[in-house]
């Protein structure tokens, strides 16, 4: 789950980590009320949503009135936003973030995160900030710098030096820095983070270290530990079909292809959804039905995948187990004959029940492909989404 700028802010001040000071307004009217609340002559006027790159899109300004204030918050609020991260249509602006206007003399970058290899967090550094951090790390990978914390030993100050170190930071500032890493990393751990980005985490004029920006990501699946994590989502910044899906206890991902994938089983899904580019297509989606999907839940997620008006074709992908084919098999006449599926379906079945599941389909009168092997589906569906342009 993600939050937004000034929630994250919120947190990494409650953390003791330095902010800026900001308010969040819905309106122009609001922004400019609020903004004389705050220090200073000039101003931050910041887009709410959830995708990076707002600077490119407009998304960011800075002025030096509150008449510019009021302007630029009543332009940016009620449209949609569109950044390299959002896609053509955009997010819609539904709140902007006020902040005191700050005096840089250095762009920094930090970052914690899940190192999935050797299973610890991860602090990633850099001294150039305010810039795509993947672009770096193609380009001058050298620049990076990587430190993970054992769970066993916890933070210490060794790691605060050794950043320090890697940001060219000494003095004060190393200080700062060494104040700031353990903020973070208790932040993340107890808060069950997967991600916390400052980019750009800044040196201000008076020799200050200040997050001027923040991104933080949390564990979904710890969120049940968490209820005020859990009451900053904001379910306007998700996918519509990805919020019906995990209602209905479904893991629904959308992508930007033309065949709709449905398998059970997350790596089975990944699988799939490789193969499927192996030959040529695009998958719509990732949606995994878990092992013990009913008739109903195959039939609702059918429709969460159809409601993609990109999706060509659907590649049916299920190795029985716990789940049976039959039951599958059930699920799929029952959805094709409810909402009338006018895309080609293509359908593998391997495993429990198989022979059932084959013969329900076959006999069921519906225009269903069979496929014999996940290849032969993949090339099935890819060829069906050529034939019909």
Do not use: W
Not at 77 to 106: C, H, M, N, S
Not at 266 to 290: C, H, Q, R, S
Request: one cysteine or more; charged letters at 25%.
């Amino acid at each position: 789950m993600n939050i937004h700028e000034y929630q994250a802010k919120d947190l990494l001040r409650a953390y003791g980590a330095p902010v800026a000071s900001g308010r969040v307004a819905e309106t122009a009217d609001e922004a400019a009320k609020l903004a004389r609340e705050l220090s200073g002559q000039t101003f931050g006027v910041k887009a709410q949503i959830h995708a990076g790159g707002r600077g490119k899109g407009g998304g960011i300004k800075l002025v030096k009135t509150l008449q510019e204030l009021h302007a630029e918050a009543g332009r940016m609020l009620g449209k949609p936003l569109i950044t390299p991260q959002t896609g053509p249509k955009g997010r819609l602006v539904r709140r902007v973030y006020v902040v005191e206007d700050t005096t840089i003399a250095r762009e920094l970058y930090l970052s914690l995160l899940v190192d999935r290899g050797s299973g610890r967090v991860a602090f990633v550094a850099s001294t150039e900030g305010g810039v795509d951090i993947e672009a770096v790390a193609a380009n001058t990978p050298e620049k990076i710098f990587t430190l993970t914390v054992d769970p066993a030993s916890g933070i210490s100050d060794f790691h605060g030096r050794a950043i320090a170190s890697a940001l060219k930071l000494d003095g004060a500032l190393a200080k700062q820095c060494g104040a700031l890493i353990k903020a973070l990393y208790r932040l993340f751990v107890e808060k069950d983070a997967s991600l916390i980005e400052i980019n750009p985490l800044v040196i201000t004029k008076e020799d200050n270290l200040l997050c001027l920006d923040a991104k933080i990501g949390f564990d979904d699946n710890a969120l049940f530990r968490h209820k005020d994590i859990a009451g900053l989502r904001d379910i306007h910044e998700e996918d519509p079909a990805e919020v019906e899906a995990a209602d209905l206890g479904l893991s629904y991902v959308k992508l930007d292809g033309t065949i709709g994938c449905m398998v059970n089983g997350a790596g089975l899904a990944m699988a799939t959804m490789d193969i499927i580019k192996l030959y040529g297509g695009e998958p719509a989606n990732f949606l995994d039905v878990g092992g013990g999907a009913s008739k109903e839940r195959v039939t609702e997620a059918f429709k969460i995948i159809l409601s993609d008006p990109h999706v060509k074709a659907v590649l049916v992908n299920i190795f029985g187990g716990i789940m049976r084919c039959d039951t599958i098999a059930e699920g799929v006449i029952a959805a094709a004959r409810e909402i009338q599926i006018k895309v080609p379906l293509v359908v593998r079945l391997e495993g429990t029940n198989v022979e059932r599941g084959k013969a329900l389909l076959r006999d069921s009168g519906l225009a269903i492909i069979p496929a014999d092997d996940l290849d032969d589906a993949a090339k099935k569906a890819v060829a069906a989404v050529s034939a019909a342009g």
